[in-house]
């Protein structure tokens, strides 16, 4: 089956913009994360969603940053007046259940370049 | 606080070779560990993962080591291939959280 897909795969904004950035986890996985990398650096944790709910929204850097998650599927990753330390990628990973053995699935991230 | 760490932020092996990719974590609470490589452009790919109740665990051409006296687990590749050269990541998790803390990874590079 497919994997997770996250869009765009790119996205170039002026600073002060607002973006918007979609996650599609694998089908029937209940725990969404979202992960922020820059360059040369670790993973960040962003959020996690178990079904619908963030029980763990600790990870986001600032207010400008909010994400939600519908039908137990899609999330979204907004960011509002995107500054220029806001460059980076942004990933996105599903499992099955969290705490589970296995790991999770990640997406191919979006690069986002704040100019 | 807690943190995921790596040694060797770069190492060149040749082809071939047996790689030893090395990870300190600093919460001993921790029960899940997990290797991610992760090629350019791309997003991590699981390669192993190993709970604390083990202290080893072999994969194809791939073992991980747990030794969790001194906190350290190790990921060593066999007969290593230029397909290997990425970087990869170690990753802990707490029980009973959802959260995984990863490290700030290890570039292997393999020389042909």
């Known amino acids: 089956g497919a994997g997770v897909s996250q869009s765009p795969s790119n996205k170039v904004t002026e600073k002060g913009k607002d973006v918007e950035l979609r996650c599609d986890p694998i089908s029937g996985h209940t725990a969404l994360y979202w992960y922020r990398q820059s360059l040369g650096q670790g993973l960040e944790f962003l959020i996690y969603?178990?079904?619908?709910?963030?029980?763990?929204k600790s990870g986001l850097p600032s207010d400008r940053f909010s994400a939600e998650r519908t039908g137990g599927s899609v999330s979204t990753l907004t960011i509002q007046r995107t500054q220029q330390e806001d460059s980076a990628v942004y990933l996105c990973?599903?499992?099955?259940?969290?705490?589970?053995?296995?790991?999770?699935?990640f997406g191919p991230g979006t690069r986002l370049t704040v100019t | 606080g807690e943190s995921v760490g790596l040694h060797l932020p770069t190492l060149s092996v040749q082809e071939g070779d047996n790689s030893i990719i090395n990870c300190a974590y600093s919460n001993s609470a921790s029960d899940y560990f997990i290797w991610y490589k992760q090629e350019s452009g791309k997003g991590p790919q699981f390669i192993i993962d190993?709970?604390?109740?083990?202290d080893k665990r072999q994969g194809q051409r791939v073992t991980v080591l747990l030794n969790k006296t001194v906190k350290h687990l190790s990921l060593q590749i066999a007969a290593t291939q230029p397909g290997d050269s990425a970087v990869y990541f170690c990753a802990e998790k707490n029980p009973g959280t959802y959260k995984y803390i990863f490290g700030t990874g290890t570039r292997l590079k393999v020389l042909a």
């Open positions: 990973a599903s499992s099955q259940a969290s705490g589970r053995a296995g790991g999770q699935y």
């Open positions: 190993i709970r604390s109740n083990m």
């Open positions: 969603f178990q079904g619908n709910s963030a029980p763990d």
